[in-house]
């Protein structure tokens, strides 16, 4: 599976519009971007999806470049319960079925 | 509906005990999935089941792990012998197979293995 690299931790305010990035420069053209997260104590959780054009659902938005190379998660309003870990997955339809983790983005909100 | 559920949530046991970890997924899902989430690696792969059958079982770490599924539904996690390298949190997830296979899964909330 393609590597994808996120900052360690990022920290923002309650209320405020927070841009996760993700850069997977190895992408192939098969690659759907997953983003899911996991809150404290929990197992994680799927945010939203997408393979070319910008997504939107009720959890948040998903913004992916042109080239593919890079995604950005937008959780347009954070709460305190949305601090967690985000993790940013390539998953190909013509691979394995597994989820492949690396460390996400640690995301903090302030009160 | 009813998530994932995994028993015990908690488990102490002795070096050198084998253990066994329970999941119970979604109804109707037909894929599941075992991941274990340690302090030094983090979230990682340890098999997959398609109905009773496991087509990828390259995460398992050692010998001494071993998961079978029975009805297309409740699977079990085996540990023996287990070490305290083996302390973790071991999630299970479960998913509704679809062609593509970019289905969400869905995961339980974990077992929290402690190996004294």
């Known amino acids: 599976d393609a590597k994808t690299t996120q900052p360690n931790s990022m920290e923002s305010n309650e209320e405020e519009p927070v841009h996760l990035p993700c850069n997977h420069s190895?992408?192939?053209?098969?690659?759907?971007i997953h983003w899911y997260r996991q809150l404290p104590s929990q197992g994680p959780e799927y945010v939203i999806h997408g393979l070319t054009s910008n997504v939107n659902n009720r959890m948040a938005s998903l913004a992916i470049a042109e080239d593919r190379k890079s995604s950005t998660l937008i959780l347009h309003r954070a709460t305190l319960r949305d601090a967690a870990v985000y993790y940013c997955?390539?998953?190909?339809?013509?691979?394995?079925?597994?989820?492949?983790f690396g460390q996400g983005t640690r995301l903090t909100i302030n009160p | 509906g009813a998530g994932v559920s995994q028993s015990p949530s908690n488990k102490v046991t002795e070096k050198g005990k084998d253990v066994e970890l329970r999941c119970d997924p979604i109804s109707g899902h037909t894929a599941l999935y075992w991941y274990r989430q340690s302090l030094g690696q983090g979230l990682e792969f340890l098999i997959y089941f398609q109905g009773n059958s496991a087509p990828d079982k390259s995460g398992l770490p050692s010998d001494r792990f071993s998961a079978e599924r029975t009805g297309g539904s409740v699977s079990t996690l085996t540990i023996q012998r287990t070490q305290q390298e083996d302390s973790a949190v071991y999630l299970c997830?479960?998913?509704?197979?679809?062609?593509?296979?970019?289905?969400?899964?869905?995961f339980g909330p974990g077992t929290r293995l402690l190996v004294l």
């Open positions: 997955i390539l998953r190909s339809f013509q691979g394995a079925q597994k989820l492949v």
């Open positions: 190895t992408i192939s053209g098969t690659d759907y």
């Open positions: 997830a479960s998913s509704f197979q679809i062609a593509g296979g970019l289905e969400t899964q869905y």
